[in-house]
């Protein structure tokens, strides 16, 4: 059945590869952005889609349409841009959750919520279970973030119980691909530039610091099903539980592009995560879902992606 679905954030990285597979499902796709970190051409072939409708809208405020299912992903996700304005990321994920929470009210539609592996802070569980309440500072350069999510995820399970919203919270955690901003300055598209360009790769710290690298497409299966599955409502972690340091991804990525590029150090920015890792037991068991592309195999989709858009001959 065709359903008309809203992507709050569409024009961004992930939310331009969901509205992709949505139209690909036959579905009519309302985008609505701010673009304050998100671009049009994102979205270049979908504008001419006839079920894409593009809408330039701030989900601080209030917005009324008709939809069968909400998205909600407007939110900056990149430490350089949601520090940029610290006040406007808190109300992305606090006012605009709010807000699209009581739009999937109103039409009765089923509602998600991209939350994020911050929640979990710098954590003292690892690797990461859906149970563990995190270890988050309230007053930190990422307190706008982290706390926003999980003000978010309250609010999420709150409008559930009051009002039998049916909202469901994804915890994303660090994902790449193509549609990356060239100047998003994540350490994927920070590397994979900076390599490409022969630029010096700018490791903050030692470079000891874990993360774990999900492919665009493996989250984007995991997110849809989620919201197909029937009472099932999160938290749920959707990630690629493949981890490796920092200095390793600098490594692997100048590897893959071959680039001449040396490494240097730079400070680590305050508050960073030591160490991330997602538990998937709960996607697998109750969706059946976990990551099917490696972090050697993303990395050349993704470096293919840059030379095209950077004009950089192979
Ligand atoms: P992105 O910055 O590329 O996309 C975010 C999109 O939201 C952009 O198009 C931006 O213009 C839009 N936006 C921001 N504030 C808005 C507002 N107030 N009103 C309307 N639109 C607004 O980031 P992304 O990586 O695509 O992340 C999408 C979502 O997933 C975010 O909510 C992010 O917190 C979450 N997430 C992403 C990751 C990741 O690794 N990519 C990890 C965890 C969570
Ligand atoms: N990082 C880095 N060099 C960069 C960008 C990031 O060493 O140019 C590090 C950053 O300090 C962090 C990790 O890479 O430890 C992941 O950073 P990112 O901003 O991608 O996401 P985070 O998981 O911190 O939100």
Known sequence: MQKTILVAGGAGFLGSHLCVALLEQGHKVICVDNLVTGRKENLEKLLKHPNFVFKKHDVIKPITLKADEI???ASPASPVHYQKNPLATFQANVWGCWNLLELSKKNKAKFLFASTSEIYGDPLVHPQIEGYWGNVNTIGVRSCYDESKRAGETLCVDFRRMYGVEAKIVRIFNTYGPNMDAGDGRVVSNFIVQALQGKPITVYGQGKQTRSFQYVDDLVTGIL??????????????????????MELAEKVIKATGSRS????????????????????????????????????GLVKTIAYFQKRLKIKA
């Open 262 to 297: 040396r490494i240097v150090h730079k400070p680590l920015p305050q508050d960073d995560p030591k160490q991330r890792k997602p538990d998937i037991a709960l996607a697998k068991k109750t969706l059946g879902w976990e990551p099917k592309i490696p972090l050697s195999d």
């Open 71 to 73: 998205y909600h992903l």
């Open 225 to 246: 099903k989620v919201m197909a599955a029937s009472n099932f409502y999160g938290p749920v972690n959707l990630g690629n539980p493949g981890e490796f340091t920092i």
